[in-house]
Structure formats: structure tokens, C-alpha cells
Nanobody
Framework: QLQLVESGGGLVQPGGSLRLSCAASGFILDYYAIGWFRQAPGKEREGVLCFSSSDDSTYYEDSVKGRFTFSKDKAKNAAYLQMNSLKPEDTGVYYC??????????????????WGQGTLVTVSS
């Protein structure tokens, strides 16, 4: 069974940091493009970043560039999202996904084959 499981969400004050984890099972995460997406309350899901396994590059949306960092651990078959300098507008449910793409300059979930269940991040004082 192909599965992604996120963890690490929670409540954090503005300016704080969180590290989200994404554990993969049923496939080797290292072979695929892995993305992080988020959905704020009352809004559509949006892309945050997309890591390309073909050239080991990561595309970040402008809204998180310089604050969020993608990483992965091949031995653990897991990916991570380090989030620093968090803002209230970063609040939302965060999802990791397999098979992201960058389409028209934006991270797209159109071709995603596997979604995680999401983990809630709340940035508030």
C-alpha cells in the first residue's frame, strides 16, 4: 500500500519554527518528486515546494522562499519540511505528496498520485 504520513504539526508563535516529517511506505521516496502543500482555512490547497529527484533541486514558492527548507533521509525513507520565521498566514493543514510538478511557475498537485493525510500548523500568539 502506497502511503505518506505527516507528523510534527502544532501551535507555534509568530517568528517560531517547526519541522514537519513525512514518512513514506510502499515505495522508495528517493525515486520520486516530493512536494509539500498546504491548505489554509477557507482556501484552496496550494503548493509550497517541489523537490525533483532527477536533479536534486527544490523549487520553492515565493511565499516561503528563504524561510522553508526541504530535506530527506534516504535511510529512513522520509522527507522533512523545516519552517522558520513562521507567520500567521502560514497557518493551515500541511500535506506531503508524491509526484508534484512545477507548472507555469507554480507547484502543482495536478499529477500527484499519493497524498498524505495532513498535519495542522497553527501560527498564532
Amino acid at each position: 500500500q502506497l502511503q505518506l504520513v505527516e507528523s510534527g504539526g502544532g501551535l507555534v508563535q509568530p517568528g517560531g519554527s517547526l519541522r514537519l516529517s513525512c514518512a513514506a511506505s510502499g515505495f522508495i521516496l528517493d525515486y520520486y518528486a516530493i512536494g509539500w502543500f498546504r491548505q489554509a482555512p477557507g482556501k484552496e490547497r496550494e503548493g509550497v515546494l517541489c523537490f525533483s529527484s532527477s536533479d536534486d533541486s527544490t523549487y520553492y514558492e515565493d511565499s516561503v522562499k528563504g524561510r522553508f527548507t526541504f530535506s530527506k533521509d534516504k535511510a529512513k525513507n522520509a522527507a522533512y519540511l523545516q519552517m522558520n520565521s513562521l507567520k500567521p498566514e502560514d497557518t493551515g493543514v500541511y500535506y506531503c505528496a508524491r509526484d508534484c510538478r512545477v507548472v507555469g511557475g507554480n507547484v502543482s498537485g495536478r499529477y500527484v498520485e499519493v497524498w498524505g493525510q495532513g498535519t495542522l500548523v497553527t501560527v498564532s500568539s
